[in-house]
């Protein structure tokens, strides 16, 4: 069977939405936001087979490596029997990242001892209540609640208000100033890190995003943004402290998958 790999455009966000939304385990990569916007840093393109969803991307050794498939269980299996024929026929080690423990236990199911996998903590998603996130209700987040009360106290001057249409050209002319004043281009990973900030808000509303701005009273400046979701800590200490200690309920644990054997099948 032939596999027709495209390139991921905004046209394409309801038919990768539709397959993405059958998931019953996700990831902070397995948005359609995310995806489109790290896929020019990270090559990233997609197929549909056997009516579900494969995205492939690159391993840092240059060799292909795709996503549990999204769709109904039946399609996934035989999906799976197809991709594993394409992965031989392209003379290439079978690899798929970002598995999930329950997705890991259908491979078991449907093809007992064949696959290994390593999970990597780095890359563990952290998932909150939101309510409880969003009051800080609770002997363990009274710190936090305190943190912030002591920071309107201090700052009365400075004022919340969401990112809409309306003002997140600001945002747009606030991160261009930060990329210069950081000399973000002297750097790759913060050229990168820019690069997508700036494209998030050029497409503020066609990728459907939320965020959150503070600015002054005095003279209206924004003096910083934010446009949120779920992701990892990506193995980086004080990043880490500080989602912890916010009491996850859970770490959505994903690894790589190859084959027990590591030979090519």
């Known amino acids: 069977m032939e596999i027709e790999f495209k390139k991921i455009g905004l046209e394409d966000r309801e038919l990768i939405d539709r397959y993405l939304n059958q998931k019953i385990y996700r990831s902070c990569e397995l948005i359609f936001p995310n995806i489109y916007l790290w896929s020019r840093k990270y090559p990233t393109d997609f197929a549909i087979v056997e009516d579900t969803l494969v995205f492939r991307g690159t391993l840092d ?5 795709i996503t549990f498939p999204a769709g109904e269980q039946e399609q996934i299996h035989k999906a799976m029997d197809v991709m594993m024929e394409w992965f031989h026929r392209e003379q290439k080690e079978f690899h798929m990242h970002l598995v999930q423990e329950q997705e890991f236990e259908l491979l078991e199911l449907w093809y007992p001892g064949k ?3 390593a999970y990597d903590r780095d890359s563990a998603d952290y998932v909150y209540e939101t309510e409880k996130l969003t009051t800080l209700a609770g002997k363990k987040l009274h710190g936090k609640r305190n943190h912030i009360n002591k920071f309107k106290e201090n700052y009365p001057e400075w004022v ?3 990112v809409t249409g309306e003002n997140v050209e600001e945002c747009f002319q606030m991160a261009l100033k930060w990329r210069q004043e950081a000399e973000c281009e002297q750097d790759e990973e913060k050229r990168a890190e820019m690069c997508v900030t700036l494209n998030a808000l050029r497409l503020f509303e066609e990728l459907k995003l939320r965020g959150g701005l503070l600015r002054t009273k005095k ?4 003096v910083a943004f934010t446009i949120g979701e779920r992701e ?3 193995g980086a200490e004080g990043l880490r402290k500080a989602k912890l200690s916010y009491h996850p309920v859970f770490l959505v644990e994903k690894g790589m998958v190859s084959y027990a054997d590591s030979l090519l099948k």
Do not use: A, L, M, V
């Open 219 to 222: 003279d209206g400046e924004i």
């Open 61 to 65: 050794n240059g060799e292909p490596s």
């Open 160 to 162: 919340y208000e969401p």
């Open 115 to 117: 696959f290994q996998i």
């Open 232 to 234: 990892e800590d990506t």
